[in-house]
């Protein structure tokens, strides 16, 4: 007996994630850009430094990328929840 599998062709896509810093004074602010080729996504978060922490800007740049990168996520998880609630509604 003989069992057949079908494979599916390997299918490759490339999303760029563009993370543009930007600091003045306390302040780091970045503008994350995500383009999946289908979309593109745009976040701006900012992060502020506690006038009692020393200065060292790489703190900054962390929360604020990080914030962005959350807020992208989210912004992902609610395009496919859009786009699997249309795409019930197509197959139904």
């Known amino acids: 007996m ?3 599998t079908t494979t599916t ?7 760029t994630l563009r993370l543009d810093l930007f600091e003045e004074g306390d302040v780091t602010n970045v503008h994350a ?4 080729g289908d979309n593109t ?7 502020h430094r506690n006038p009692h922490d020393p200065p060292v800007p790489e703190i900054g740049d962390e929360y604020a990328a990080a914030r962005a990168l ?7 998880l609610r395009a496919g929840r859009t ?3 249309a795409n019930e509604h197509d197959a139904g």
């Open 83 to 85: 786009d699997a609630a």
């Open 33 to 36: 850009v995500l383009d999946t």
């Open 70 to 76: 959350i807020d992208l996520g989210q912004q992902l």
């Open 41 to 47: 996504l745009h976040s701006r978060t900012t992060a």
């Open 9 to 15: 062709p390997l299918r490759t896509k490339r999303w």
């Open 2 to 4: 003989s069992t057949h």
